[in-house]
């Protein structure tokens, strides 16, 4: 299993709480329709501050699924969306070790 993590920083102009009710009520839709996508998480910040305004964590059994969910046409959608809402992604993949 592969867990990417994605850290958003909002577009300019779009304010905090547009923000994140786009990310917790409208982007969700999205990735629900991913394929293989097995647990998908969102995580706002709190901090005005932030550097960044929200942390996603999506979660597929290995990295030829993910790579095959973001070329489907929902992937593409969906990276699309996310495009037009922020200013700045970044994406890392991970192996998740789990302690406590």
Same mark, same amino acid.
């Given at each position: 299993?592969?867990?990417?993590?994605?850290?958003?920083?909002?577009?300019?102009?779009?304010?905090?709480?547009?923000?994140?009710?786009?990310?917790l009520e409208e982007h969700v839709a999205?990735?629900r329709k991913l394929p293989g996508l097995?647990?998908?998480?969102?995580?706002?910040?709190?901090?005005?501050?932030?550097?960044?305004?929200?942390?996603?964590?999506?979660?597929? $059994?290995?990295?030829? *699924?993910? +790579?095959? !969910?973001? @070329?489907?046409? $929902?992937?593409?959608? *969906?990276? +699309?969306? !996310?495009? @037009?809402h922020t200013s700045s992604r970044v994406?890392?993949?991970?192996?998740?070790?789990?302690?406590?």
């Open positions: 299993m592969v867990k990417l993590i994605s850290l958003l920083k909002r577009a300019e102009g779009l304010s905090r709480e547009d923000f994140r009710t786009w990310i999205f990735a097995r647990k998908y998480t969102v995580n706002v910040a709190v901090a005005e501050d932030a550097p960044y305004d929200a942390v996603n964590e999506m979660w597929f $059994d290995d990295d030829e *699924a993910r +790579a095959a !969910a973001f @070329a489907s046409d $929902d992937g593409k959608a *969906a990276g +699309a969306d !996310a495009g @037009a994406h890392v993949l991970t192996t998740e070790h789990e302690f406590i």
